[in-house]
């Protein structure tokens, strides 16, 4: 490659630089800014109020009326359960996934391309439209629940309005992302490796576990970012198919911004929110740097 | 009569690939014993069914008739991983995520061996084909030759009874296959075991081999030492197949004659009847430039090769004949010369 001058280079990286800092920078930094300002009277934040931390100690502290801070685990908990969810769609993704791209790769080449067509058409349609399908779907005397009920002895099934609804949505929902980056790295996969495995004296376990899935861990990361990240801040599965009755953050954040009229708060969530996102994506970082120590 | 069992004993083998009209029969029923510790050499262009045979014995493949032995006991039921055979890969297939020495313990440690020991065999393995420097690097850091090596000592790593090779040297350049090849012949006589060995390329075939099936179409054409398959092909495909070699269309003009298309009447011991039409072969070395000769021909062009020379000639009819001869006295282009078949030299072989 030629020597590029500094002000080329400046040139060539300064408008996406540029679209990233306005884009993105600057929003964050006024969530950041309004998360440590007061509640206004009208329009949801008061611009003039003293800058303070009151709506991150509001996270684990409630304010008693002689002004005594007490714990308060009605936030941590929907933190936590969101989490949790996050954290259950994402291992379901990966262990749906995993077969279906291994399936898809081992597909002919027409097969392949109807294949990821039929995966991809979901998106096609808007994700609140998806979800009110699942309504249907699992509500109380349709064909799942009396499958279920037919199927499980200990009395009805409630299938809707809970944490397994939320769960089965939010999988539904983030699958494709799961599936299509793995499938992207079997598609080169030299299927030969496997057979060498088995030449090897590896059975079928052994060859998944030793070769197939070390091959798959790139594509298994990919995705379980773009399915836990995106899971961890939804609400429109948790209000639909939850029924609002357990909130999930990103319900609890909607909120502030709309009926709470609590901008402050909801940007401080946000940004709890974000951090958390940020910690989890450095953890992968390290983690997958200590796999491949620098040569 | 032998009484020890062959380490190989292939009965009647059919495969096809494919079903009903579209079915393409890739082996049809295949025959062949392999020795204990032989260097034995499936031969042919590609599409002849070797690679084919070479899985079917892996298990990488079901057949669909016929059994496969290995020392005597029947193994074409068992899937690959209990199979007392390894395979070394035309690419290769190094576990790119594994460092070589890991790639060397696979095999080993699938076999649940102690950690000491998996590290021990796996080291002797590496040594045995130089490579102990590189345990810790990954394949993809290593060049094509210590990548072979690698996949070599990883198939011989477990102690496998048959070590099968995929077209093992096809990737490498010349001079780089011609080391290996020594290399590989050297490594059979110290492991001691039978070597199954696929590759298109003749040469290749009779430097390494103790025996060759020369196949062609799913049959094996003809199995032997590699002196008797290129001395007495059986068949007019072997002998184009391995070396260089004249064919002659001609024919039989009464008996121990043949008269080739360029009009000259030549004595060659064919048994065919007079009057048909046959294929008379002779090798570039075995034709010899005499005054004299029985057939007159036009040199066309010729290759200085050291020790010998290559002279292209042209028969009256218009058939090339390449002729091996001595630097000595070599004629100009464009020379008419005459040319000396000797009948012990000659095949014939039905058209």
Avoid at chain 1, 179 to 199: S, T, V
Wanted: glycine share 8%.
């Amino acid at each position: 490659m030629s020597a590029t001058s500094p002000f080329r280079r400046a040139g060539l990286v300064g408008p996406a630089l540029l679209v990233v800092l306005i884009l993105v920078g600057v929003p964050l930094s006024i969530m950041a800014w309004v998360s440590l300002l007061g509640r206004g009277a009208t329009i949801g934040v008061d611009w003039q109020s003293a800058p303070s931390f009151a709506n991150y100690t509001k996270l684990i502290w409630e304010e008693d009326f002689d002004g005594t801070l007490l714990f308060n685990p009605t936030y941590l908990s929907i933190l936590w359960r969101s989490v949790w969810q996050a954290a259950a769609t994402t291992v379901i993704c990966v262990s749906l996934g995993l077969p279906v791209a291994l399936w898809m790769s081992s597909l002919s080449r027409g097969a392949r391309d109807i294949a990821v067509l039929l995966i991809t058409i979901p998106f096609w349609t808007n994700l609140l439209v998806r979800n009110y399908a699942w309504l249907i779907i699992l509500r109380e005397d349709g064909a799942v629940s009396r499958a279920a009920d037919a199927i499980w002895p200990f009395g009805p099934v409630q299938l809707l309005y809970n944490d397994a609804a939320i769960l089965i949505g939010l999988v539904y929902s983030f699958l494709p992302f799961m599936i299509l980056p793995i499938y992207a790295g079997f598609e080169k996969f030299d299927w030969r490796l496997l057979e060498a495995a088995y030449d090897l004296g590896a059975n079928r376990r052994r060859a998944l576990t030793r070769v197939i899935v070390p091959l798959a861990m790139p594509g298994m990361i990919a995705g379980s970012m773009l399915v836990f990240i995106p899971s961890l801040g939804s609400f429109v599965t948790a209000a639909i198919l939850g029924g609002g009755k357990s909130m999930m953050l990103g319900n609890l954040i909607q909120l502030q911004f709309g009926q709470s009229r609590n901008w402050p708060f909801g940007a401080a969530i946000s940004v709890v929110l974000l951090a958390l996102m940020m910690l989890v994506l450095m953890g992968i970082a390290i983690w997958k740097n200590r796999q491949e120590p620098k040569r | 009569m032998t009484t020890t069992p062959s380490a190989i004993t292939v009965q009647s083998v059919s495969k096809s690939f494919g079903r009903g009209d579209a079915a393409i029969r890739v082996l049809q029923d295949v025959s062949v014993e392999i020795g204990a510790r032989e260097f034995f050499t499936l031969l042919g262009p590609s599409g002849c069914g070797k690679t084919t045979l070479l899985r079917l014995i892996a298990g990488f493949e079901d057949l669909d008739s016929g059994s496969i032995l290995i020392e005597g006991a029947q193994i074409d039921h068992l899937p690959p991983f209990q199979r007392p055979v390894n395979t070394v890969f035309q690419s290769y297939a190094l576990f790119p995520h594994l460092t070589v020495a890991q790639n060397v313990a696979f095999a080993l440690e699938m076999q649940n061996l102690s950690v000491a020991d998996v590290r021990r065999r796996a080291g002797e393995a590496l040594e045995m084909v130089r490579m102990g420097a590189f345990a810790n690097r990954k394949p993809s850091e290593l060049s094509g030759g210590q990548q072979q090596r690698v996949a070599l000592a990883r198939a011989l790593a477990p102690r496998p009874k048959v070590l099968l090779l995929d077209e093992p040297l096809s990737a490498l350049d010349l001079k780089l296959r011609k080391e290996m090849q020594i290399e590989l012949k050297q490594l059979q006589t110290e492991a001691g075991i039978t070597f199954v060995f696929v590759t298109h390329d003749q040469e290749e075939a009779l430097t390494l081999s103790d025996r060759i099936a020369v196949m062609q179409g799913g049959c094996i054409l003809q199995l032997g030492t590699p002196r008797a398959i290129y001395e007495r092909p059986a068949h007019r495909f072997v002998a184009d197949f391995i070396g260089e070699i004249n064919l002659l269309d001609g024919q039989v003009s009464g008996p121990g004659k043949v008269r080739l298309d360029c009009g000259v009447e030549i004595a060659a011991a064919a048994e065919q009847a007079t009057g048909a039409r046959v294929t008379v072969a002779i090798r570039p070395e075995r034709a010899s430039l005499a005054q004299g000769g029985m057939l007159p021909a036009v040199v066309t062009h010729a290759a200085y090769l050291g020790t010998a020379s290559i002279l292209q000639l042209r028969l009256a009819n218009g058939t090339p004949f390449l002729l091996r001869a001595a630097t000595a006295n070599l004629p100009e282009i464009g020379a008419q010369v005459s040319l000396d078949l000797p009948p012990e030299a000659l095949q014939v072989f039905a058209a």
